[in-house]
């Protein structure tokens, strides 16, 4: 594992610069992250961005299309959606997007507690070239070639680290 | 991927982990919490609008239900559909071992049409893991009660709503009262008990209805409420089981209930909040009185809720465990041949 240059603090606050121009932002938008890595960095930005709602975390391994394949995640924990999402404008926050299916399961639970009125996804890192959904980024800080392979570590300092030879991950 | 283990228990897959779940004996403490832990995450989904996870669709459930059964079966299915399985009830009423086909062949015929798991409940010891030894490798069997013997998933209930009430099992005092001779879920509740370490089980009943040799159970026997109930954290009633009782066991429920009934005023032998729990279907009036079932110490409601979420997640881990296999099978064909 080779540390990336690159510090994920400013990446946040890069994170943050665009979500406060988002045309959708305001202080009483509903934003969730994806437990573990988007988890930690949603607490981060809801802090620096002084949200007033309470931070929501999706776990959506019970949501994955490859469970027939690798079974249950072993440290499956429950969703924590602590508001009413129909109709609301949600901040969807991950640490890595690389295939799209993480973000694909998180929207299908979020359907099954509701129908938000928009979805916004917001990630640290864009693994660019190994799409296999037609999943994007509406904000994110910091745009990788497929090949580099990506881990956040946390929650308490972040920070980022290559991991070689590449490991498949969603 | 997991070192190949060599597993004489039936229950077990070559890893090491459940295939089929039929009783607790032979599994080890991390099997039950696995299926604790599991269940917490079940029970966010009943909370939304729509209760279902898409984890065991295409999936096909078969339940076996040889006796009468509302709970158990209803919390079933509810569990297999949250689990978005197609879900079938046989009619045993009405079904082809009645008509003199063997168990056997009803099995291999409901086989036949690709199930994946059946749930099986029969009045004779034993049955589950008969059906479980002679199943195809690809289908897990869950016992939902097998006649004096075990009802494992009851007894994972129990211990889901005493951690969940009282945030952990270790250090408690449990008393299991009533007629622990005929009862399938108080040899489960023991067993659970002692796995995960609870301070001191106690059972409590009159002679006829305790088993032989009960100290190697690891309990505490008790004849009497009073001195049974001293100090406990939890009580677990049990329903005289008239049905399985051969020969006069019991003069009367009446003179049951006069010495072994759960009422308000027994239960201050025991902790202040202590719970009060029972499997269900209850006597009124035989091992418990009304005051107490619906009292504010009583967790007889939630135990049901929660079997929801803990058959959710005895479903989800056999089938993830099947798929873990599978996978590693496909990885590490000489491994796990």
């Known amino acids: 594992m080779t540390p990336l240059n690159q510090d994920v603090s400013t990446l946040i606050d890069e994170l943050c610069e665009q979500i406060q121009k988002h045309p959708r932002f305001s202080p009483q938008i509903k934003m969730l992250g994806i437990r573990t890595g988007g988890e930690w960095i949603a607490q981060t930005l809801h802090r620096k961005l002084a949200l007033t709602e309470p931070l929501g975390v999706l776990d959506s391994s019970f949501y994955r299309d490859d469970f027939s394949k690798v079974g249950l995640h072993p440290e499956v924990q429950p969703s924590v959606i602590p508001w009413e999402l129909t109709d609301q404008h949600l901040f969807l926050v991950d640490d890595v997007l690389y295939t799209g299916r993480t973000t694909r399961a998180a929207m299908n639970e979020l359907f099954d507690y509701g129908r938000p009125a928009s979805i916004t996804l917001v990630t640290l890192v864009d693994r660019r070239g190994c799409r296999e959904l037609p999943i994007q980024p509406d904000i994110t800080a910091l745009k990788l070639e497929c090949s580099q392979t990506l881990k956040l570590h946390g929650p308490d300092p972040l920070t980022l680290s290559l991991i070689e030879p590449a490991e498949t991950e969603l | ?337």
């Open chain 2, 1 to 337: 991927m997991s070192p190949r283990l060599s597993s004489p228990n039936l229950q077990l897959n070559e890893q090491g982990k459940l295939k089929h779940f039929l009783s607790l004996e032979g599994l080890k403490p991390h099997h039950l919490t696995e299926i604790l832990d599991t269940a917490e995450s079940f029970i966010n989904p009943q909370t939304q609008e729509i209760k279902k996870v898409p984890l065991l669709r295409g999936k096909t459930i078969m339940n076996l239900f040889f006796e009468p059964s509302t709970r158990t079966l209803t919390t079933f299915e509810i569990a297999e559909k949250r689990l978005s399985a197609d879900v079938m009830n046989l009619n045993i009423s009405t079904s082809a071992t009645k008509k003199g086909e063997s168990l056997l062949d009803t099995l291999w015929n409901l086989q036949s049409m690709q199930a994946d798991m059946f749930v099986i409940r029969h009045a004779e010891s034993g049955a589950a893991h008969f059906f479980a030894r002679h199943v195809a490798p690809h289908v897990h069997v869950l016992n939902a009660g097998d006649g004096q013997h075990a009802h494992p998933t009851q007894a994972m209930l129990d211990m889901f709503t005493i951690r969940k009430l009282k945030g952990d099992i270790f250090d408690l005092k449990v008393a299991i009262v009533g007629d622990i001779l005929h009862s399938r879920v108080a040899r489960s509740q023991i067993q659970a008990l002692s796995m995960l370490e609870a301070r001191e089980i106690r059972v409590i009943g009159p002679k006829t209805l305790i088993p032989p040799f009960p100290e190697s159970l690891g309990v505490h026997v008790y004849h009497d409420m009073k001195s049974g109930l001293d100090d406990v954290d939890v009580v677990i009633m049990l329903r005289l089981q008239s049905e399985r009782m051969k020969g006069a066991l019991l003069p009367s429920e009446k003179e049951y209930f006069n010495l072994y009934g759960l009422t308000e005023q027994r239960l201050a032998y025991a902790k202040p909040d202590a719970l009060v729990m029972h499997p269900g279907p209850i006597n009124r009036g035989v091992e418990i009185d009304s005051a107490v079932a619906d009292g504010p110490q009583s967790v007889i409601l939630q135990q049901v809720t929660y079997g929801i979420a803990v058959r959710m997640a005895v479903m989800a881990i056999i089938m993830s465990n099947a798929a873990q296999l599978a996978q590693a099978e496909q990885e590490n064909p000489e491994e796990t041949r």
